[in-house]
């Protein structure tokens, strides 16, 4: 796994913030890119605690911003914090980390999962492609998919090879779509991308990346135990993010660097 | 393309029949299956005149039932609608037809494409099921896909390739979670069966399948010219559900017969 070496300072936005791995993502951002601004969502900002004790120690570079992903209405105040509260034009990478998992409501977890990165990416496109024609970094959407939502790998599987193989309809269907949402937001906005600038080199790198299966609440669900702890998973997924180039835009990548298939 | 020649009278669960493809199902169930039961489902009989005018044709062997995919409590009716009001106890085919479009409401199209077909293949498992020791004839379950709904195929379109390429996420997102619900149906159903019965000859065939790029009002949007008439589809659904082995559970079928990539 090779070390997170950026060169230059990024501004970083990421849902879920309030534990588990967008936790993670914001305390690796902060503490290994020295000049980053970090701008870390969550539902109820006065309940998140250890996203607030990070405040405390990097109160200049870490923006905590309240954002329900289920809820439109929320949604639709963002560009409005960024632009006038935090004076922020320019975002170069956009994490869509929020994440539900339940198997009573299908719509929940869809709305969360898929709809919001949606509606998220959308809000944010002016500012990952703001002034693009004079960044010469490549900016880039992250989807936090699952190797859960890889209908391959599921198909694969023989039928009760593996008694602990999870089937989570609602997860898995949710996953398979925001793979599928990957590749809209790549085909829409690279195409809208080279239709201006007519310029191979101009584009934003749209990935979906599962994490492994690591040590979170969601992961030790029933006693089972992951072999990842989300330091390392997180350690993973920002060497793969900073390292994508633009050809990669549209794939699916795992923590370790592997694509997976869809 | 093999013609249809099924050797045993069948009883046939269709949804979203009062036009399109699922008319068009049901004619031809009707005409080149002499001796099986179609019950034809749609959200207004009353509103579908050429179901109706079929149900003229063919009273005894054609039940026309009301059913709104999108709404859980149409679904919860239909089991007393099968036992008591019509006497069925077992169904050899599930046909989740019925499908939706628009661009605006990701959640209405998730909820009548995929949600939809869970609850109403949880709600007639058990009559694909119903005496499953004593069937020599194996029940299948058919989740009308798309194309669309292939990952692997839009990524391997190029970006403004074709401008004719429709990215229309909310249909695309809708059809991948559909393909992930039929390896997660598959799965269930069959490991349950296998627990049940130790029989490696007993079980369900759960497949996706794509209708083509058909002559319908959904395939004819912005003046698109389909190449298959709804006729043809139809006939070449028809050849691939009947045809399919056990071991074709779980794929994703071309209406040609062909395997789809997910």
Redesign the interface.
Known sequence: MTQLHITKPLTIFVTGCSRGLGLEFVKQLLTKQKDSLVIATCREPSKAEDLQKLKEGYSKRLHVVPLDVSDEKSIEKVPHVLSKDLGISSIDWLINNAGYVDSDS??KV??TN??GP?LISDALIPYLTHDLSKRDYIPRIVNLSSLL?S??T??S?K??ADAS?L???SY??????????T???D??L??KI??TYSDSKKGVIVIACSPGWVVTDMGTVGGRKPPLTSEQSIQGMLSVIENVKLDDS??FFSFDGKTL??
């Open positions: 299908m719509i869809y709305r898929v709809i949606i939502g209908i391959t599921f198909q599987i039928h009760n193989v089937s989570a309809p898995r269907c949710s996953k398979a779509a925001l793979n599928m949402l590749q809209c937001i085909k829409d690279n195409d080279q239709r549209g794939k298939p869809w």
